[in-house]
C-alpha cells in the first residue's frame, strides 16, 4: 500500500474479489424474492399490520371473530378481554396459516 493512497492494481484487485462475491448472490437474492412463498409471506405481514392499525384506528373494539377476504387472502381477527383487550389477527391462504400477529390493547371507557 503506498502511503497517499490504494495502487491501481490494489483497487482493481478489490473490485474483482467484490465482484466474484456479489454476482452470485444477486442471483440467490432474485431467486428468493421472486419465490412465491416469499412473497405471500410479505402480502400476508402487510395484511396482517394493515388490520391491526385498523383496530388500533378505531378504538371501539367488539370482542368476537371477524374475517375478511382479500386478493384470495383470509383475513381473521380474534377480539378477548374487557379493558385489557387481546387482539389476533391470522392471515390464511388456500387454508394455510401465513401469519399470526398477536398484541394487547387497553380499552379504556
Known amino acids: ?27 440467490t437474492l432474485y431467486h428468493l424474492i421472486s ?3 416469499v412473497k405471500n409471506k410479505i402480502i400476508a405481514i402487510e395484511l396482517a399490520k394493515n388490520e391491526m392499525e385498523r383496530t388500533f384506528a378505531f378504538r371501539k373494539v367488539i370482542n368476537g371473530d371477524m374475517s375478511t377476504d382479500e386478493n384470495g387472502f383470509k383475513v381473521v381477527k380474534h377480539v378477548d378481554g374487557q379493558a385489557l383487550k387481546s387482539v389476533t389477527v391470522t392471515v390464511f391462504r388456500n387454508d394455510k396459516k401465513l401469519y399470526e400477529l398477536i398484541t ?3 380499552i379504556h371507557g
Open 1 to 27: 500500500m503506498n502511503s497517499k493512497g490504494f495502487t491501481i492494481s490494489e483497487v482493481l484487485v478489490g473490485l474483482a474479489l467484490f465482484c466474484t462475491i456479489a454476482v452470485p448472490l444477486t442471483g
Open 35 to 37: 419465490d412465491n412463498g
Open 104 to 106: 394487547r390493547i387497553y
